[in-house]
């Protein structure tokens, strides 16, 4: 049994190919906007038709997704060979340095680190009342 959706999608499919089939239209309109249309231009518009290319048939899309492929698969290929180079080039350079030891660092000028001070707090002497007799610490 054919379900009740199926004739409006065969209905709804032979709209959209007859849709793709129509014609295209380009023009200038007054404000200096171009305009694609299916519909046909005003009168005493000039416009022109715009050709749409066929749509690949199948072998070509089959020949395209194979080429894709391919070139993904060397794409692959050259990026893991990069890698290597890459690889080996550090490694090469890491032994290079081992090899030779950098040069000294010499220093022209002496460099003088200002160091920190410390100062000790300054404490005021006691200071006596006049009326009170000084006392006598023991020692």
Partial sequence: MI???AFPLLLAGLATQAACAAPLYQWMDTAGHVTYSSFPPPAGTRA???E???QPSA???RQAAGRAKRMQE???ELEARR???EAREAEEARLRAMQFPP???VIEKPVYVPQPIYYRPVRMPHRRHPDRPPRHRPR
């Fill in 103 to 105: 040069a000294p660092i």
């Fill in 3 to 5: 379900s009740r959706y």
């Fill in 83 to 85: 890698r290597e180079q």
């Fill in 52 to 54: 749409i290319p066929p």
């Fill in 59 to 61: 072998e070509e899309t």
């Fill in 48 to 50: 022109r038709t715009v």
């Fill in 74 to 76: 060397q794409a692959s």
